[in-house]
């Protein structure tokens, strides 16, 4: 392992007892709301890989692993932390610990790669796009969720916002021509969480799509 993934695995290990927390404001529960919207067809009835899968999110926004929402998950994550906080809430799902980008897929591919909040952004582009054409099938569908410039010029308090230091900002038009030439097809690329108000958070979508670099995320989603 190498020295970036060191200082992200001690990281998360030190903030696991409080990461939920953190995502328990205003601002983040109106975050996941929109996200159900939007990550809808990416989990009904579909196999998902979540990597850099924290405390299972993912599964906290879609219900228990049983409601068979999801037909079939695992989670990867570099924080055995981490990981045992989720493993206490979703016991019934499938996680593994690792660097989510290189760790050895099963023998199935999966429907759909997804990373949410800020995930793609601790390990370089190039590795994230081939882990991710690694364990998609043909014609499988991702959607990644890594932090944009504005996450930089508007630290908003979040325990993770004290490790600044650990990401890799790339601009929209890096995410997309570096996806083009893995192949991927039909990207889309918009910004989440522009304004910074959960009253205004599900009315910024146009304002979003015009300048996603100034979000506090980018939202890149395509087939593979």
């Avoid at 050895?104 to 790669?113: I, L």
Wanted: aromatic letters at 10%; proline letters at 3%; a positive charge.
């Amino acid at each position: 392992m190498g020295y970036q993934l060191r200082k992200v695995e001690d990281t998360y290990d030190r903030i696991a007892a409080y990461y939920d927390a953190d995502y328990g404001t205003q601002i983040a529960r109106a975050e996941e709301s929109a996200l159900r919207r939007l990550l809808a067809p990416y989990v009904d009835g579909r196999l998902v890989d979540d990597l850099g899968c924290g405390t299972g999110l993912l599964l906290d926004m879609f219900g228990e692993i049983e409601n068979r929402i999801i037909f079939d998950y695992t989670g990867i994550d570099i924080s055995l932390n981490m990981l045992d906080r989720a493993k206490r809430k979703h016991p019934g799902a499938d996680f593994r610990h690792g660097n989510a980008w290189s760790i050895a897929p099963e023998v199935r591919a999966c429907n759909s790669v997804i990373s949410l909040f800020g995930s793609p952004s601790y390990s370089g582009l190039g590795e994230v796009i081939e882990g991710v054409k690694h364990r998609l099938r043909y014609g499988g569908g991702f959607f990644l969720m890594p932090y944009a410039s504005g996450r930089l010029k508007a630290a908003n308090g979040k325990l993770v916002d004290k490790h600044a230091e650990l990401w890799r900002i790339h601009s929209t038009d890096h995410w997309r021509k570096t996806l083009e030439l893995f192949g991927a097809r039909e990207i889309e690329v918009r910004g989440f969480n522009l304004l910074r108000s959960s009253k205004l958070l599900r009315w910024e979508t146009p304002l979003a799509k015009r300048f996603p670099d100034q979000s506090q995320y980018l939202i890149i989603t395509g087939v593979m």
